[in-house]
């Protein structure tokens, strides 16, 4: 991972100084012997890459704030600093939040050239609905459909791979406005709710991140009209789909539920939206069993997470 981020520092730093030899010599850099001047405006990417050219070479000490002082000339005042490049002792690096603006673009990139070439038919077009951000030490991956999410999470390992950077499982996460994948297991809840949990879950009292696991409880009941019209919905697209695998299935299921989304928003209460989504868990236990008899039901009891499991 070191050796990565020097390589990438290394290249956007004489991308950056061939610009300012030929374009732009005496407005933006002032270089000295043994120091560089930032340049005094708004955060800016040029002043993430200074910073992070210059703690990476004095690899962070303890004292981060008196090792950069050392080592720059500056020429605004410390606390204008501070907000400009975010430093703060508690990370390992002050340019963290910098190298993921990096990351994405490139990943952003490989995966839409992977899934051309693999995946046109299916995902042209929900390819270019994926978002990709960051929250602290995490990479989001955010889309609408599961199966497309499935495959990026298979190519964005491939990528985090063949770049030699090593993610911790809790590190690397990917939302669906329904269902949520972390690693093999599948959590039906509303993608917001989890977003906004983020910022309560900590790990060692010191880094938040997102986790596999979410506890709801069943409060209201749904009017039985409704909840009967969406249970009749769900069985008409399984038993349709009898001979589907489970990707196949859940692709369809969230094809037809995306178009109950907006009226689950405008008229339902969370407890009554987490209430249908254990139905849609339950009928898709039913389909298991019928489909693969009871190793179909231990395939969905084992990868689906949803409190008071039938």
């Known amino acids: 991972m070191k050796n990565l981020i020097k390589t990438m520092l290394e290249i956007e730093w004489e991308i950056f100084i061939s610009k300012y030899i030929n374009e732009n010599k005496n407005k933006f850099l002032q270089n000295h012997t043994s120091s560089y001047v930032l340049q005094v405006k708004p955060p800016s990417i040029y002043n993430y890459l200074l910073l992070a050219k210059i703690i990476d070479s004095i690899c962070i000490k303890k004292n981060i704030q008196f090792a950069l002082r050392k ?22 690096s002050i340019f963290r939040h910098w190298l993921f603006k990096l ?4 990943l952003k990139d490989y995966i839409k050239r992977c899934t051309l070439n693999l ?30 999410l499935q495959a990026c999470q298979y190519i964005t390992h491939q990528w985090f791979s063949k770049m030699k950077i090593n993610i911790k499982p ?14 093999q297991n599948f959590v039906f809840f509303n993608a917001d709710y989890e977003l906004r949990l983020l910022t309560y879950q900590y790990i060692n009292n010191r880094y938040k991140i997102p986790q596999a696991e979410i506890h709801v409880f069943i409060k209201k009941i749904l009017n039985k009209i409704f909840k009967q019209k969406y249970i009749n919905n769900l069985k008409y697209i399984i038993n349709r789909n009898k001979m589907k695998d489970l990707l196949q ?16 928003y405008n008229n339902l209460c969370r407890n009554q939206y987490i209430d249908l989504n254990h ?32």
């Open 279 to 310: 139905i849609l868990y339950k009928y898709l236990v039913r389909w298991g069993i019928y489909h693969n008899g009871k190793q179909g039901h231990k395939i969905i009891h084992n990868s689906y997470y949803y409190p008071d499991k039938i």
């Open 249 to 264: 299935l859940i692709y369809i299921l969230n094809q037809n539920i995306r178009h109950w989304n907006q009226y689950f």
């Open 71 to 92: 080592c720059v000339k500056i020429d605004l005042q410390t606390q204008y600093l501070k907000n400009t490049v975010k430093i703060s002792e508690q990370y390992t």
């Open 103 to 106: 990351f994405i673009p490139q």
């Open 119 to 148: 995946y046109k038919p299916i995902f042209t077009n929900t390819i270019k609905r994926l978002k990709i951000t960051h929250y602290r030490n995490n990479l989001l991956i955010t889309s609408r459909d599961l199966l497309s």
């Open 170 to 183: 809790y590190n690397f996460t990917i939302f669906h406005s329904i269902i949520k994948l972390n690693g």
